[in-house]
């Protein structure tokens, strides 16, 4: 049997796009990190000027724009936690009270299908009269991620800015490690 050049290259094509098939999953997510946010702090210390490990209420920002808020009122707790789908490439994450995101970020080169894990909390500076809050995020490993949201709520869908809600993992909890 004769193979033309014209079904050489249509069966060469096929093998090559066939061999890619794996990296992408159905929903063509897999080549995506997957970054997840959670508040986890110690309400004993929040407020307390030089504390560091406080409960952070306010918004998370990738660059410039705002991803959520895990702004709960009147809870006497803030355990949440919620994860995204992101793209490959360089991201800065910062965590802050105010509508815009602020100068300290932490940066980020995200890989495909790796998994990235912030913590977000809040510290306290100044004394106790005039006391200075601001949000922070630290990156975590697997394992202390999944320690620290064992009793985490998902952050609610209406704290998603609309334009990143698509991007929203729908299985957060609990965190399984590796």
């Not at 004993?44 to 991803?67: D, R």
Request: charged share 20%; proline share 6%; glycine share 6%.
């Amino acid at each position: 049997m004769m193979h033309t050049p014209k079904r050489l290259l249509c069966a060469f094509s096929l093998v090559v796009a066939l061999a890619n098939l794996p990296a992408l999953a159905s929903d063509g997510k897999q080549q995506e990190a997957i970054v997840t946010f959670y508040s986890h702090g110690n309400r004993w210390t929040s407020g307390l000027p030089g504390s560091n490990h406080g409960i952070f209420y306010g918004k998370v920002f990738s660059g410039e724009n705002a991803l959520f808020s895990f702004f709960v009122p009147f809870a006497l707790k803030n355990n949440q936690v919620i994860s995204f789908h992101f793209p490959p490439g360089a991201y800065a994450f910062s965590a802050s009270y105010g509508k815009h995101a602020p100068q300290k970020r932490i940066s980020l080169t995200l890989n495909p299908g790796d998994r990235y894990f912030l913590r977000a909390q809040s510290e306290s500076r100044g004394v106790v009269e005039i006391e200075f809050e601001r949000g922070r995020l630290d990156q975590v490993s697997c394992e202390t991620a999944s320690e620290e949201t064992k009793n985490a709520k998902p952050v609610a869908e209406k704290k998603v800015e609309k334009q990143f809600a698509a991007s929203v993992v729908s299985t957060q909890i609990p965190i399984v490690c590796p």
